[in-house]
């Protein structure tokens, strides 16, 4: 460990360019052991304290060649379609060191198919659903199971392909968009047909070397658009941690029940899992349940996750993709962090760009307070929008309500024509705390 934090500084490339991808950066700067850091491409955030390439994350071949010749002692990934790629399985063939699933690994999240034979035969709590590559036999199901149900297209669809069908109607309409419209391609040439769960969500974010594993303080999104969880699904509007629907004694049987049985079925399946794997919980009434697995840090709860940890994530980060993760619990720092996202007016739908954003200075000089850039670009001299999903900021906080405040008095600051964000990210948490 010592002999590591002598000697050079060690560089690292983070591949992707939003919100996720500027916390992880902010987190490798904090650590004493790194000298330079690359974004691929990176956005207008990470360009203040990192160096853009202008790769995108899809150019696996330009990314192994940057790597190479910068000697890049770490690349780390961000969005979930290059490890579905197979961005991995290059950068350990060129020798390079890479944190994150191999494209076999990675299938946890690329298909949701494979992610549930996994579960049930790992007897891991999640919904019961049946698999189906017929639209006319999908059909029939859905006549016969009826509603709500929960229609999955099997492949990374952005986040566009799961229907929460409460009506056999919806179920139906879903079913036809994905299955005979096509409209997700070839990830909705099957599906799964999965029973409705009534909860609350969280997540939980576990780094493992492919055996041992660390999991983190749990955290909750909030993907609909709208306060109250209304309006259509989105990236992510905000997120808070830790989030208190997840207490520890929880927390240890979902590490138990969940993420280790998963853990050790994708090692004994021949494709062992390094990086970080994210399970996507709803809490009913019997506890907590998998909806889904994502192969990738998530994004937005990163932005609330990170700032408070103690440990040194190119660490973690570097000491997994050796495959031997030096932590086996995370040392955080007391109290809570709460992310709100400023959008574009328009998100999740058509979108205007290249506003000036104003404040930033304003709100970067805040105590405890950090502007995570997502969709941004410098023109000139100034930042302008260039996403659906701008920018998120982050307050910390004593606890969540404090850091609430702290977080909307920050982001109130913030100006650009059209910003849209929503008033509620952590009132599940306050709610809970009365
Ligand atoms: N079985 C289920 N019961 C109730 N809601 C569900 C179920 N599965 C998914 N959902 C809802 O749909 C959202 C998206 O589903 P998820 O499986 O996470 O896929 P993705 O994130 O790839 O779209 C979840 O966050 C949850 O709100
Ligand atoms: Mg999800």
Same mark, same amino acid.
């Given at each position: 460990?010592?002999a590591?934090?002598? @000697?050079?500084?060690?560089?690292?490339?983070?591949?992707?360019?939003?919100?996720?991808?500027?916390?992880?950066?902010?987190? /490798?700067?904090?650590?004493?052991?790194?000298?330079?850091? /690359?974004?691929?491409?990176?956005?207008?955030?990470?360009?203040?304290?990192? #160096?853009?390439?202008?790769? $995108?994350?899809?150019?696996?071949?330009?990314?192994?060649?940057?790597?190479?010749?910068?000697?890049?002692? %770490?690349t780390?990934?961000?969005?979930e379609?290059?490890?579905?790629? &197979? *961005?991995?399985?290059?950068?350990?063939?060129?020798?390079?060191a890479?944190?994150?699933?191999t494209?076999?690994?990675?299938?946890? #999240?690329?298909?949701?198919? /494979?992610?549930?034979?996994?579960?049930?035969?790992?007897?891991?709590?999640?919904?019961?659903? #049946?698999?189906?590559?017929?639209?006319?036999?999908?059909?029939?199901?859905?006549?016969?199971?009826?509603?709500?149900?929960?229609?999955k297209?099997?492949?990374?669809?952005?986040?566009?392909?799961?229907?929460?069908?409460?009506?056999?109607?919806?179920?139906?309409?879903? %079913?036809?968009?994905?299955?005979?419209?096509?409209?997700?391609?070839? +990830?909705? #040439?099957?599906?799964?047909?999965?029973?409705?769960?009534?909860?609350? =969500? +969280?997540?939980?974010?576990?780094?493992?070397? @492919? =055996?041992?594993?660390?999991?983190?303080?749990?955290?909750?999104?909030?993907?609909?658009l709208?306060?109250?969880?209304?309006?259509?699904?989105? $990236? $992510?509007?905000?997120?808070?941690?830790?989030?208190?629907?997840?207490?520890?004694?929880?927390?240890?049987?979902?590490?138990?029940?969940?993420?280790?049985?998963? *853990?050790?079925?994708?090692?004994?399946?021949?494709?062992?899992?390094?990086?970080?794997?994210?399970?996507?919980?709803?809490?009913?009434? =019997? $506890?907590?349940?998998?909806l889904?697995f994502?192969?990738?840090?998530?994004?937005?709860?990163?932005?609330?996750?990170?700032?408070?940890?103690?440990?040194?994530?190119? =660490?973690?980060?570097?000491?997994?993709?050796?495959?031997?993760?030096?932590?086996?619990?995370?040392?955080?720092?007391? @109290?809570? +962090?709460?992310?709100?996202?400023?959008?574009?007016?328009?998100?999740? &739908?058509?979108?205007?760009?290249?506003?000036?954003?104003?404040?930033?200075?304003?709100?970067?000089?805040?105590?405890?307070?950090?502007?995570?850039?997502?969709?941004?670009?410098?023109?000139?001299?100034?930042?302008?929008?260039?996403?659906?999903?701008?920018?998120?900021?982050?307050?910390?906080?004593?606890?969540?309500?404090?850091?609430?405040?702290?977080?909307?008095?920050?982001?109130?600051?913030?100006?650009?024509? @059209?910003?849209?964000?929503?008033?509620? *990210?952590?009132?599940?948490?306050? +709610?809970?705390?009365?």
């Amino acid at each position: 460990m010592t002999a590591k934090r002598a @000697g050079k500084k060690k560089s690292v490339l983070v591949v992707g360019g939003g919100g996720r991808e500027h916390t992880l950066v902010w987190s /490798f700067r904090r650590s004493p052991q790194v000298g330079p850091i /690359f974004a691929a491409p990176g956005n207008a955030g990470t360009a203040e304290i990192a #160096e853009n390439i202008p790769v $995108g994350p899809g150019d696996i071949e330009a990314l192994v060649k940057f790597a190479r010749k910068e000697r890049v002692d %770490l690349t780390v990934v961000g969005p979930e379609a290059p490890l579905a790629a &197979g *961005i991995v399985d290059r950068f350990r063939a060129a020798k390079l060191a890479i944190f994150g699933p191999t494209k076999q690994a990675a299938r946890i #999240e690329s298909s949701k198919i /494979f992610a549930k034979k996994l579960a049930l035969e790992a007897g891991i709590p999640t919904a019961p659903a #049946e698999i189906f590559d017929d639209f006319e036999a999908a059909k029939r199901y859905i006549d016969i199971s009826g509603a709500p149900c929960v229609v999955k297209a099997d492949g990374l669809a952005a986040g566009k392909g799961v229907t929460v069908a409460m009506t056999e109607e919806e179920a139906h309409a879903a %079913l036809q968009r994905t299955m005979a419209e096509k409209e997700f391609g070839a +990830a909705g #040439e099957r599906v799964l047909v999965e029973d409705y769960i009534s909860g609350e =969500e +969280a997540s939980i974010l576990a780094v493992t070397d @492919g =055996e041992r594993a660390a999991v983190m303080i749990p955290s909750q999104d909030h993907k609909r658009l709208k306060d109250g969880d209304g309006g259509p699904n989105t $990236g $992510g509007m905000g997120a808070y941690a830790p989030a208190p629907v997840i207490d520890g004694k929880m927390l240890n049987s979902i590490t138990e029940t969940i993420i280790e049985p998963a *853990i050790a079925a994708l090692s004994d399946s021949g494709a062992p899992y390094q990086g970080c794997l994210y399970a996507g919980l709803i809490v009913d009434f =019997e $506890g907590p349940k998998l909806l889904e697995f994502n192969c990738r840090f998530g994004d937005p709860e990163v932005q609330a996750m990170l700032p408070l940890l103690s440990d040194d994530l190119y =660490e973690v980060c570097a000491s997994t993709a050796a495959g031997k993760l030096e932590f086996n619990r995370f040392a955080w720092r007391p @109290g809570a +962090a709460v992310s709100v996202v400023a959008a574009s007016k328009g998100y999740p &739908g058509e979108y205007e760009r290249g506003f000036a954003v104003k404040g930033l200075d304003e709100v970067g000089k805040m105590e405890d307070v950090i502007v995570f850039h997502a969709g941004t670009a410098k023109e000139d001299d100034s930042v302008v929008t260039a996403g659906g999903r701008v920018l998120a900021v982050t307050a910390l906080g004593v606890n969540v309500a404090d850091a609430v405040k702290r977080a909307y008095d920050a982001i109130g600051r913030i100006k650009f024509p @059209g910003i849209y964000y929503r008033r509620d *990210i952590g009132q599940k948490a306050l +709610a809970r705390s009365k």
